[in-house]
């Protein structure tokens, strides 16, 4: 592996998947492996029990949720699945502008439920579907239509904008947020950088995640860097290795 240089953030790199021309096979397989990659790396579970999970409880009311630029699905719904573990009510919602992205989110969800009614056949209690939909919308959009959630969430989208998309996106998320936002993406750093070279191999094949993945890591910032990006009203903290969470209170 050729050694690259970590000290700058690469803002020209563009990922394969981002390309609207991509092969679409590649792309639905990345989309349908992401829940494996970020189950491992991405740090929600945690986020959730800190930061999360009190909000939630914090409302003693059915809540609201956003996950914004949700790509396949797999975090809002790992999300929705913890706190039905812990008994909360929430309305999950899952939205992202990328029609491939809407449609392969929509797929897996379609048989999640498919295998759940078959795991429970000839059981009294009747299957319940995760309570997550999924919006092909960006923020704008649901701005325009009134939307408004208690919590509004990202992953691994920050790195992709340049620095104007950046605080369109972000201001656009505090407006939709009438509670918290939590934004969480990637730590650049060396050692993410050759442990996610090496670590990803065995999941890499018929997919874009072994490139784009280090692509993003050269494009993602740093603490001091996404600190400065953002200005004003958000705190950046890390919460687990190679991670940043952004987080501000809500406008909306």
């Known amino acids: ?73 797999d975090v809002v719904t790992r999300l929705a ?52 939909r999924f919006l092909c919308a960006d923020a704008d959009a649901l701005l325009d239509q009134g939307e408004s959630f208690d919590v509004v969430l990202s992953n691994h989208v920050l790195h992709h904008l340049d620095s104007p998309g950046l605080l369109d996106f972000t201001g656009a998320s505090r407006r939709l947020s009438t509670g918290t936002v939590l934004h969480g993406d990637i730590a650049r750093g060396r050692l993410a950088y050759s442990l996610y070279a090496v670590g990803i191999t065995p999941l890499a094949p018929g997919t874009f995640l072994r490139t784009d993945g280090l692509r993003s890591i050269r494009r993602s910032y740093r603490h001091e860097e996404l600190s400065a990006a953002l200005g004003f009203g958000w705190t950046v903290s890390s919460p687990s290795p190679f991670r940043l969470i952004a987080e501000a209170p809500g406008l909306g």
């Open 1 to 73: 592996m050729s050694r690259v240089n970590l000290s700058v953030r690469d803002a020209q790199l563009r990922e394969l998947m981002d390309d609207p021309d991509c092969d679409p096979v590649r792309l639905d397989a990345t989309l349908r492996r992401f829940h494996l990659i970020n189950r491992l790396i991405s740090g929600w579970n945690q986020v959730y029990r800190t930061r999360l999970r009190p909000t939630l409880l914090s409302l003693d009311r059915p809540a609201r949720v956003l996950d914004l630029g949700s790509g396949g699905g």
């Open 81 to 132: 699945q913890l706190a039905a573990r812990d008994g909360l009510e929430v309305q999950w919602t899952g939205a992202d502008p990328d029609p491939r992205a809407h449609e392969a989110a929509q797929n897996t969800q379609e048989q999640r439920i498919q295998n759940q009614r078959t795991e429970k056949l000839g059981s009294d209690t009747p299957p319940q579907p995760p309570r997550v």
